[in-house]
């Protein structure tokens, strides 16, 4: 980014000096918003994982997202379901950093609303991807920017990035619909519990804790080594792996305490039947 | 006065990129305010002061010019005995890094992780946030969900690092060096009865550098080189060593380095041979009786007679149950076994107790077979003649691709000399060999008798005995399992002494806490040699991460630089992300793994920015603060903080809790501020005050040892209260070539387990060096033709100052070096990029031919790109792919999954055993590749003002007071 200048100079010459290699200039600023943006529009269901996945502790707080958005919400509405999401008491981007992540990796997109100016390159483009679209994104990006930089502190500069949320509506894409069936848990659910003989008994014992009350890590450890020591034949490991492979999978999830899901619900049912 | 319309941002912004002057401009000129000119004319307040660099593993002893609190110049400082006025570029460098656009001035917390785009936060809100995220998991998980590591020597976060999880009841820290650098050749020495060891790197070698009294006139340079790794340090000493005293060198290095140009004979060994080479010594000394002879009958276990069944040597009470052995301490204290020798005297077995030379009632035998109550047993040093038996010079030249008459000219330069010694260095660290390569050259020196005496590498420094010397098991060979936890065997004390102790330590609690944690260590069970450092089997631990068994660690803190540009099979650890619940890191800089892993960034000081000691030969400087910038903070504090706030917030009842173990000067209880560590500068120099210290440093600095008290020898010899020699603190009171500690170790975890007693381990380590073979072997794999190798660069050190601009514009890519006929075979010529591919991946180098490489070898450095996530990169990323032969190597943690029916021996891919059996190191050295012409890989720098962005900008960044 150059040098902001005064009203009353009109002197550029030391723009020009600046070194080779250094930030680029507007002209230049103009191509990379439109090479990244052209790089930006092919979204693949690998991309979309990684994004989501690179940061386990938030793994299930984007799949919630994903699901609530099969119906259109506006930005607001999200933020104020994802501040409910157990998962997001422990994280810690905020609300709206979700909604960035997933929008520019293809989970969701915006829905357009007529007569609505909306800010920010990135939501421009993601309309309808034209070269009119791209030259008003650069502008919009350049004006964003100045305004950015005459806005108080530097480390505001998250929250510039996520100015562009408001005011949007959001639906999950065809691509976020295919991960959160990828990643449906009954299945995987089941075959954690059921493919191994001699932990079985444990998972299950384990989930039906989680469904009586929230339980503590220590109350856990106590029954899992309590069945260990009655039943020679169960797995003797550490009872955090099945606390991990079960909130892996989705049967669990932690609140101060561990807790079952409603999917660990549903199978400990079946499984128990 | 015209309008500023810069903010702050862009002025920071602006003056990165062209420094301050530039970024004034035409908009600022009209916002100056004139200066008085008084003010303006006075001249710079310049002071001088004394320090220390820590560039690398040996800090030189430095003056450092400060003009108007700007640091402007550093020199060497004329008292230091080895630099002297002598710098290099790894320090120099320090000028560029210490104000560097790249500092991290401020705690950030990453927004995503793979942007490079951070939210500075406060320390209160940093610290908070590590010790919840720990609390979190540990609520959720238990104490193991939480692991660390360290940096690689040199490294920034001191041993302090080491056992920090233990503060939250965690047993696991690993170092990326650890048991492929360091442990290996440094906790080999003590096994076999040498308190210090032959690491040339490490500083453990100081006699030759003795100009007091100088005697050595010749060394032995294996694995290392001293002028590219610690260049104005023991660099500077060899070349004066050479010049001004005519000493003379053997060099064993694949690689033409500097000290090999120098070297009388250079043995340019493949790749992963070492083993093999340095059983052609053995057998060659022994063939012609070039050892001496008195000192191995006498010092050590060599003529001890050994049970074949138990592969232990016979004790005189298992011969002669009624033995009365003459030596035995009447208090039962001290230990003095007595063994069994083939006596000369009478051409029979006889009880060998532990005497003077002069009072011992044998004349033990050193090469002898002979029968034992029925069974034919052989001396210790008859075992090795046969393991050397078949690596004659012939056969040996052949296998290492060395000429025979250069391995005898070599050797016999070593023989020949009054008295010599091997500095080892970190290469055979890096290979499947790794604890059989030390033991085969502390064997050399102890078979030739270079033990103790002026010139030699094995000395004892500043230390008599007054006792029969002991020995102690655990972190750094201190006593701290005995004193802490009431763990683990003391060698020289009895069974019954050791047994009492135990007994009654009363802190039974934590004496089990830490029983079950040793146990539960990753991968200790398997590697025990990794109680030195009291560390953790990297690849076990990265097992752990990605399969959840035995069970899961998840957050992370690591102490020190950058994991994905010095770990091995970098790639494997990238994939492990996705797997890890939180990461924090600290460093002066962004690497590539805060860039692509960290979710919390702690900012650390610089060198010019400490408080801290460090010695050269027998005098102490002083590390001196001389400029603060930022928010940044001492290593110790941040990681001290955050263990309080957790016990605050989530284990009250642990605050008085002295857990982890005090290997610093600092226990975790202590509240650490910076002014804590300069008044234990202060107390360490007995000055009043730090202040004052550093007002007068002349007055301290250095301090001195007398040189006639630091350099001592042939303590062994010396009696001491019980009325014998003092000999060596190893359980015979010999020096024990034949490790026996290393088949305890295997067998029940002994000493360090002890009272405990682990399974026994389905291989025995090995006792004696035996040839170990590479894993991967260019001369039978057709797939990957070509070996490679690896070493360091004068200009940086471990991952370090890549960001430092001059530095890059001499080195800006690193070259891999091959010969020109193997690359005329793949139509490669000089300055070509080539793509170099493992089993493991790819990556990039320029090729640099030479005559120095052997054809079908290839050299290259490890190295990472900062460039690669400058703000002006189209598509940018962590700079660790490109460059980084660390993309190729491998750790081997896909044979952890492996089940017993898939191991094929000599498949590389399926060994059994593709670690070392003591410290399960991996190749990062000797693995075999391919090669091809390539392009310039996306997002590096060559040209010289392509660096200009590193180019330092912080001089006039203010000086700040203390975090903490």
């Known amino acids: ?273 | 006065m015209a309008e500023l319309t810069m903010t702050r941002r862009t002025f920071a912004k602006a003056s990165a990129l062209a420094g301050v002057a530039a970024a004034v401009g035409a908009t600022m000129t009209e916002g100056l305010a004139d200066a008085p000119a008084a003010f303006a004319d006075a001249p710079a307040e310049v002071k001088t002061y004394k320090s220390m660099c820590h560039g690398c593993i040996q800090p030189c002893a430095v003056l450092v010019t400060v003009e108007d609190g700007v640091v402007t110049r550093i020199q060497g400082d004329p008292d230091a005995p080895n630099n002297k006025t002598g710098v290099c570029v790894k320090c120099l460098n320090q000028l560029h890094t210490c104000y560097s656009p790249r500092r991290v001035l401020h705690p950030m917390k990453h927004v995503e992780r793979g942007t490079n785009n951070w939210e500075t936060i406060s320390w209160d809100e940093a610290i908070e946030l590590a010790a919840d995220k720990i609390g979190e998991a540990i609520e959720k998980y238990g104490p193991y969900s939480f692991f660390a590591s360290g940096g690689g020597g040199g490294l920034y976060c001191g041993f302090h690092g080491y056992n920090f999880p233990e503060g939250f009841g965690s047993p696991n820290t690993f170092e990326p060096g650890g048991a492929q650098c360091f442990e290996p050749r440094v906790t080999c020495a003590p096994l076999v009865g040498m308190v210090c060891s032959q690491s040339i790197a490490d500083s453990r070698v100081v006699e030759p550098f003795n100009t007091y009294d100088p005697q050595c006139e010749m060394l032995v340079i294996w694995g290392a080189q001293p002028t590219i790794s610690q260049t104005a340090n023991s660099g500077h000493a060899m070349a004066d060593l050479r010049v001004d005293r005519g000493c003379k060198t053997v060099v064993v290095d694949p690689n033409f380095s500097p000290d090999a140009a120098k070297a009388d004979v250079w043995l340019p060994v493949r790749p992963g041979t070492d083993t093999a080479l340095l059983l052609s010594w053995i057998r060659y000394i022994f063939d012609n009786e070039l050892y001496d002879e008195q000192f191995c009958k006498y010092w050590t276990n060599l003529p001890f007679l050994i049970n074949p069944d138990t592969r232990f040597p016979y004790l005189a009470e298992e011969i002669w149950p009624d033995y009365k052995n003459p030596s035995a301490d009447p208090n039962e204290v001290y230990s003095n076994p007595a063994y069994v020798c083939f006596d000369a005297k009478t051409n029979s077995i006889q009880p060998f107790p532990y005497t003077a030379p002069a009072d011992s009632p044998v004349d033990p035998v050193i090469l002898a077979e002979v029968e034992v109550n029925g069974k034919k047993a052989k001396t210790a040093g008859q075992i090795y003649w046969e393991e050397a038996e078949p690596w004659t010079l012939e056969a040996a030249g052949e296998y290492c691709w060395c000429k025979p008459e250069k391995i005898e000219e070599a050797i016999r330069l070593y023989t020949d000399a009054k008295v010599a010694g091997i500095a080892h260095g970190v290469a055979t660290d890096q290979q499947r060999c790794a604890s059989e390569a030390p033991l085969g050259c502390l064997m050399l020196d102890t078979m030739m008798g270079y033990i103790y005496k002026p010139g030699c590498t094995i000395t004892l420094t500043n230390q008599h005995y007054e006792s029969r010397p002991i020995a102690y098991w655990g972190p750094m060979m201190r006593d701290l399992w005995v004193n802490q936890y009431g763990i683990s065997w003391v060698t020289g004390y009895t069974e019954k002494w050791n047994r009492e102790r135990v007994e009654n330590f009363e802190d039974k609690e934590s004496q089990a806490w830490y029983m079950q944690m040793m146990k539960d260590k990753l991968g200790f069970n398997r590697f025990r040699g990794f109680y030195n450092q009291d560390t953790t089997h990297a690849p076990s631990i990265l097992h752990a991460i990605m399969t959840g068994e035995p069970y899961k660690p998840r957050v992370w803190y690591d102490f020190s630089g950058n994991k994905f540009a010095v770990c091995g099979n970098a790639s494997s650890w990238y994939d492990a992300l996705g797997e890890l619940d939180f990461i924090i890191g600290q460093h002066p800089i962004v690497t590539s793994f805060h860039y692509e892993a960290c979710d919390l960034f702690f900012p650390m000081k610089e060198w010019l920015e400490w408080n801290g000691t460090g010695s050269q030969q027998n005098k102490t400087f002083m590390y001196t603060e001389v400029v603060h910038l930022g928010e940044t903070a001492h290593n110790f504090i941040s990681s001290n903080r955050v263990l309080q706030r957790y016990r605050e917030k989530y284990k009250p009842e642990d605050l008085d809790n002295p857990a982890p173990l005090n290997r610093g000067d600092f226990k975790a209880g202590d509240e650490l501020t910076e002014q804590t560590l300069r008044n234990h500068v202060a107390e360490k120099f007995e000055a009043e005050s730090w202040e004052y210290l550093k007002e007068h440093q002349d007055e301290f600095i250095p301090k001195v040892i007398p040189e006639e008290q630091y350099y001592c020898y042939n303590q062994h010899e010396e009696i001491v209260d019980d009325g014998l020699p003092a000999g060596f603190p190893t359980e015979s009171r010999k020096l024990e070539p034949y490790c026996t500690m290393y088949l305890h170790m295997s067998r029940t975890g002994f000493p360090i387990a002890y009272p405990a007693q682990w399974e026994q381990l389905e291989t025995d380590y090995n006792p004696i060096c035996v040839n170990i073979p590479p894993v991967e072997d260019p001369t039978t794999d057709t797939e990957y033709p070509l070996v490679i190798t690896s070493g360091r660069l004068p200009y940086f050190h471990h991952g370090t100052m890549r960001h430092a601009a001059f530095a890059r514009e001499l080195c800006p890519v690193p070259d891999c070096k091959i010969n020109p006929k193997t690359a005329a075979e793949y139509g490669i010529e000089h300055m070509d990029w080539i793509k170099i591919t493992s089993r493991r991946g790819s990556t990039h180098a320029r090729a640099y031919l030479t005559e120095a490489e052997a054809p079908g070898q290839l050299w290259m450095e490890r190295f990472w790109n900062p460039e690669a996530y400058d703000a002006s990169q189209k598509n940018p990323d962590g700079g660790w792919r490109q460059c980084n032969i660390n993309v190729l190597t491998t750790n081997f943690v896909e044979n952890l999954d492996l089940s017993e029916e898939d191991f094929v021996e000599g498949d590389p891919e399926k060994t059994k055993n593709p670690w070392n059996l003591v410290y399960g190191s991996f190749t990062l050295r000797g693995f075999t590749v391919k090669i091809e012409k390539s392009e310039r890989p996306e997002n590096i720098w060559v040209e010289p003002k392509e660096f200009q962005p590193f180019m330092p900008t912080l001089q006039s960044e203010p000086q700040t007071g203390d975090v903490y």
């Open chain 1, 1 to 273: 980014m150059t040098m902001v200048m005064s009203e009353t100079d009109t002197d550029t010459s030391k723009a020009d000096e600046l070194p080779e290699g250094s930030y680029p200039a507007i002209e230049d600023l103009e191509e990379r918003v439109r090479a990244d943006e052209e790089a930006a529009v092919t979204f693949t269901l690998e991309g979309l994982t990684h994004a989501i996945c690179k940061q386990p502790l938030n793994r299930p707080i984007y799949r919630r997202i994903l699901m609530f958005f099969d119906e259109e919400h506006s930005t607001e509405e999200a933020e104020a379901f994802i501040a409910e999401i157990p998962e997001f008491t422990y994280a810690i981007q905020p609300e709206g950093r979700f909604l960035d992540v997933l929008e520019r990796n293809g989970g969701i997109e915006r829905v357009a609303v007529e007569d609505e100016e909306t800010e920010g390159a990135e939501s421009a483009e993601a309309i309808d991807g034209s070269q009119e679209d791209a030259d008003s994104a650069a502008e919009a990006v350049e004006d964003s920017e100045t305004a950015a930089e005459e806005a108080v502190a530097e480390d505001e500069a998250p929250v510039d990035e996520l100015a562009s949320l408001v005011g949007a509506r959001w639906i999950v894409t065809d691509l976020g619909r295919q991960y959160v069936e990828a990643t449906d848990p009954m299945a995987p659910l089941k075959q954690l519990i059921t493919q191994d003989a001699d932990r079985t008994e444990t998972y299950l014992m384990v989930l039906g804790m989680c469904a009586e009350a929230s339980q503590p890590l220590a109350e856990i450890e106590r029954a899992v080594r309590a069945l260990q020591n009655e039943n020679k034949s169960a797995a003797q490991i550490q009872p955090s792996i099945y606390l991990d492979r079960l909130e892996r999978v989705g049967g669990l999830y932690w609140k101060g305490q561990w807790n079952i899901t409603e999917e660990g619900r549903k199978i400990l049912a079946d499984l128990t039947a």
